[in-house]
């Protein structure tokens, strides 16, 4: 394990502020701490309580080629560490988004991610081809990457979600780089629900795929014992917060181990500083906060800066030098 020099002082006794610019890929962020998809609204609905140009980028809801309805109420179930949902994707379309929610979103400051999904291969390209023609026609503003979450239900076939097998990261990352072209950096969502998280990333990455975001929901379900119905309207739901914290920390530690190139962002259970620094540490170039804005809209701020006070304390200058620390050991 590699030491912690004790805290450098710049001038009596100032700790030096560390850098906390980061890259994925051909993208330079701020600083490492983006919104997770799903959790902070289609554009500048949290612009309401922080200043989302300050963070390193926001996320924002998954879009479709279509408008989809979702999933039936009740859609969130609050637990002890985190809660279950089953929201199931809702959103008015990419063409909606592109025209109502990003222009306020944009004008916000804030570098934007988007994310796309879709019930089949030929939906991730048509939506991913939507996007670069916006991109082309300056009707994407403040957008530098595209994040495509494929740890969604595929209805071609419902047993699989598209990141659950090589096969289908393959099909359908393959088909949302083509339709994306070179236009942005492409970003693939993976799935927690699989027992070989590696090879999965590297067929994300061989099928075009410029990251990875490590992780999606963990598959999960609650009952009512009495009646025994289900507490989601969709019978299953997806578990989030800081229950599945050590799931993201393991799956980033061992995507990094087989891929020391691959860029990757952590997902999952960060509701604090030193959870950011847990998934750098793991190997992350960046992190996403998802659930924790529930509570408190403006948490990524607060992380932002509670990560930046622990690598100051620690002597910890720059976000490269934090970044996989967790493998000094192996
Ligand atoms: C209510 C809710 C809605 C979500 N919607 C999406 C989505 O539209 N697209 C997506 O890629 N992930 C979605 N997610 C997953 C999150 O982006 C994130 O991967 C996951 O919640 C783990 O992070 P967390 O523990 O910080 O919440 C959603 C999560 C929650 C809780």
Redesign the pocket.
């Known amino acids: 394990m590699s030491l912690a020099p004790g805290p450098r002082r710049v001038a009596a006794g100032a700790l030096e502020v560390p850098s906390l610019e980061t890259t994925v890929g051909s993208v330079h962020l701020p600083n490492p701490v983006m919104t997770?998809?799903?959790?902070a609204g289609h554009g500048a609905e949290l612009a309401a309580y922080c200043d989302l140009s300050s963070l390193g980028a926001v996320?924002v809801?998954?879009v479709s080629r279509q408008a989809w309805s979702g999933n039936p109420a009740p859609?969130?179930w609050p637990l002890p560490t985190?809660?279950l949902?089953s929201?199931g994707?809702q959103n008015a379309g990419v063409e909606h988004w592109l025209a109502e929610d990003l222009p306020a979103l944009a004008a916000t400051g804030a570098t934007v991610v988007a994310?796309i999904?879709g019930f089949s291969a030929a939906d991730y390209r048509s939506v991913a081809e939507v996007i670069a023609i916006a991109v082309a026609e300056g009707r994407a503003p403040g957008v530098v990457a595209v994040?495509a979450?494929i740890?969604?239900p595929n209805v071609e076939d419902r047993r699989q979600m598209f990141a659950h097998s090589c096969h289908g990261v393959e099909e359908s990352i393959g088909a949302a780089a083509a339709g994306l072209g070179s236009v942005l950096p492409l970003w693939a969502?993976l799935s927690p629900n699989v027992t070989d998280l590696p090879s999965l990333a590297g067929a994300a990455q061989g099928s075009g795929a410029d990251a990875v975001?490590l992780?999606?929901?963990v598959m999960g379900m609650a009952l009512d014992p009495l009646s025994g119905g289900f507490r989601l309207g969709a019978g299953g739901g997806?578990l989030?917060?800081?229950a599945?914290?050590p799931v993201?920390v393991r799956a980033v530690y061992e995507v990094r181990s087989a891929w020391p190139d691959l860029p990757i962002i952590g997902?999952?259970?960060?509701?604090t500083g030193l959870d950011a620094a847990e998934l750098i540490a793991a190997g992350a170039d960046a992190v996403?906060?998802?659930?924790?804005s529930?509570a408190e809209p403006a948490a990524t701020v607060r992380i932002i800066a509670e990560l930046s006070r622990w690598m100051a304390g620690h002597g910890i200058t720059s976000v490269a030098a934090l970044k996989g620390r967790g493998h000094d050991h192996s």
């Not at 997902?267 to 509701?271: D, F, H, Q, Y």
């Not at 996403?288 to 924790?292: E, L, Y």
């Open positions: 997770a998809s799903g959790t996320v809801k998954s859609r969130m985190g809660m949902n929201v994707l994310s999904w994040e979450n740890s969604c969502k975001t992780i999606n929901t997806g989030s917060g800081p599945i914290h993201a997902v999952g259970g960060v509701s996403q906060v998802g659930t924790a529930f």
